[in-house]
């Protein structure tokens, strides 16, 4: 992909019920997950207005009870996927699958900082580029949020092997700076410090009207952790569980 190194390419629900995930988040953010491919693998793309932004992964009976659990994670870009692999082992990065190719689609692996923040990097087999993070536009992402037990650490991390830059940190008073991370021209998110949860992604995804979601979260089985707050840009966000115990995030306008 033409995408600049370190940034978001694509987002993945791994679920161990891909038709109930299909169902809540239609409703809840406006996509459209496909229906069960065949094949052995149950791996369903989502589609919102303007492409594809990300998959839903079925777990089995066999990843669960190897330790996988619902979630939320993000891939990012990078030149070459060997290379960034070797480096975050160097920094004291994990690896989950090692690089792996999968034909026509790109090469990829699964990493954890050394906090323990599962993401993958990839990259991907064509010359497009990913707009499946877009702030602002309905179904895409619009921000990614980096919770981590070791601030310090995860900055020095990310901004060795990603080249990410910490260029504005905002004080929230007794929750302490809220680090804003940019890629290039680009802010692609920001990194809060959290000592009691372990490290970990919210991925927030963009919806039309975060009331009417919110109603669609509840009615579909999920549940409301916060919100709907205001943040100073005027939207309004939501941390969420699905009914699959999945954390996630909306941001979103609505009724005041």
């Known amino acids: 992909m033409s995408n600049p190194h370190g940034s978001p390419i694509w987002y993945e629900l791994m679920t161990p019920d891909p038709a109930g995930a299909k169902a809540f988040y239609d409703a809840v953010i406006g996509w459209t997950v496909e229906a069960a491919p065949s094949g052995d693998v149950d791996y369903r793309m989502i589609a919102a ?26 891939y990012l870009e990078v030149h070459d996927v060997d290379a960034t692999v070797e480096k975050a082992k160097d920094l004291g990065g994990r690896v989950y699958v090692p690089p792996h190719d999968l034909p026509g689609v790109g090469r990829f692996s699964l990493l954890a900082d050394p906090q323990g923040a599962p993401f993958y990097v990839m990259r991907g087999a064509g010359d497009g580029t990913s707009h499946a993070f877009t702030p602002g536009e309905v179904g895409h992402c619009g921000w990614n949020e980096l919770c981590t037990t070791d601030m310090a650490a995860a900055l020095a991390f990310y901004g060795t092997l990603f080249g990410w830059e910490n260029r504005e940190t905002m004080d929230m008073g007794p929750l302490g700076g809220y680090h804003f991370l940019d890629v290039g021209a680009t802010r692609l998110g920001a990194a809060a410090e959290m000592k009691d949860r372990p490290a970990h992604w919210n991925l927030y995804f963009n919806v039309a009207d975060i009331d009417v979601s919110v109603e669609r979260v509840r009615a579909g089985g999920g549940t409301i952790l916060m919100g709907p707050h205001e943040v100073p840009t005027g939207d309004r966000i939501v941390l969420a569980i699905d009914p699959q115990n999945a954390h996630f995030a909306l941001v979103g306008r609505g009724k005041a």
């Open 49 to 74: 207005q303007g492409g594809l932004v990300g998959g839903v992964l079925g777990l089995t009976a066999e990843m669960l009870n190897e330790g996988a659990r619902p979630a939320w994670l993000l």
